[in-house]
């Protein structure tokens, strides 16, 4: 099985996938729900169909289908993550999304690939910003290395890419390298869609809880290359 995306990425064999997989199908197709689902891929502006499981009774039917199994390694997260996004119902989306959060230490820097695929397919914010803080994230800190490949998204034309690399430092806090997260802000500070927008605004306001005093005079100087509502979400709570 081979998943096409701005590269071939290959699903690695993986039998604790296929046992996962099994589970994970049943139980959740036994438990959907037809009328929420519509109205959960309303909300979600139709991105995906749903299978209509709530967060609080998908956790818990995600709790049961890894009752019992190892721990994952890195080919065991890939074989997980590339088979549940080839699932069309967002609910398995949420379950890589999820998986892969509480493993991300377990993967090595020939992660980002896989990575780079899941949030450009089927994207939406619902999944894209968890994959950039807790996966992408969490791979940079690892390897600082990999900032080449988030340099280079934050001029892709995927608006996804961007807002991906606006946010992977958003859990770094003193450890956030502020002048690539300045420079990352400046360069798509004239962007005009609004996740774009929203995300500079963020990744500022966030890094502001560690350093309230460099963003306030990073914006001193600079607020007028950005949008308002940049400037309004990454002075909330500053006092700026």
Known sequence: MTVTGAQTIGVPPSALADTVLERLTAAYGAAADPTRAAAMSAYMKDVAPFLGLPTPERRALSRAVLAGTPRPDEADCTAIALRCWALPQREYHYFAVDHLRRHAGRCTSAFLP??????????????????????????????????????????????????????????????????????????????????????????????????????????????DRFAPLSVREALRNTGG
């Open 114 to 223: 896989v990575a780079r695929h899941l949030i450009t397919t089927v994207p939406w914010w619902d999944t894209v910003d968890l994959l950039a803080v807790h996966v992408v994230g969490a791979l940079v800190a690892a390897d600082p290395g990999l900032t080449a490949e988030t340099d280079a998204w934050i001029d892709d034309d995927d608006r996804w890419l961007v807002r991906a690399a606006l946010l992977h430092q958003l859990r770094h806090k003193e450890r956030t390298d502020a002048d690539r997260l300045f420079g990352h802000c400046l360069r798509r500070s004239g962007h005009p869609d609004f996740f774009v927008r929203k995300a500079i605004g963020w990744a500022l306001r966030e890094y502001a809880k560690t350093d309230p005093g460099a963003v306030r005079a990073f914006l001193a100087r600079e607020r």
